[in-house]
């Protein structure tokens, strides 16, 4: 065999372990500076998303901001430094712009690590891509939101609520490569948990959407059966009622709803 024959086969095992066996093809300092360059990338992101809003913000509230970005800053207490992550959110959320909300939120769930703290990240960032109208920001919420509940369900894959938040990100902003996704993840939480008012209700809103107004008297009927001061399930069936013309029954189930 010649040296070049030799050399072919070497490099042909090489590779060929290297696939097999998961080994990665990228040096140790390079994954670094991979990682780094995508919380890099990350740091822009919200910094050109901040500055997209500074319009709307008034004076006091810049100033009121940047007083709590400082102390942030300046602190090396741990619990204390939560705190003001946690205001910086709310105070976010109460200025109208969630998406920045989430990023702060998001801050205190990996200090925190828990099903709670992602959960709300997840909602945060679900307001924002439901209420902002730019796509680049909708993208970023909804890619947020979705890691936020995988991560909440990691923690605690009991609870059915992260489930069932994030099929409703699916539902709300369908992938173009499966507009279906949402509704079959619903479907199928349903057919593992056929008597869960959660996935029963927001089936039986998908259910009014779509028209199918028998399939949403049938479900929202059987979770107000199973939970009877289900205020959601109550005010959607007084909403089929009334789009089907059986105003009697519309206004039983106002009440409820009100």
Known sequence: MSKLQIGVLTVGLFLFCLLYFGFS???KNLAGIESKRAMSSEVTDINNLIRDVQAELTSDQKSYLITLEKEIEGSENES?????LKRLSGKWFEYKQPHIAGFYAEKVAEIENT???WSIVGTTFASAFKSKSEKKVK????GKAIGAFENAISLDPEDIQHKVNLALCYVEYPPQDN???GILQLINLNKDNPDNPLVLTNLGRLAIQTGQYDKAIQRLGRAVEIEPENRTANCLLAQVYSETGNQEKAALFLKKCQ
């Open 179 to 181: 507009p279906m996704k």
């Open 139 to 142: 993208d970023y919420a909804l």
């Open 80 to 84: 204390n430094k939560q705190e003001l």
């Open 25 to 27: 093809p990228i040096p």
């Open 115 to 117: 099903p709670i703290a």
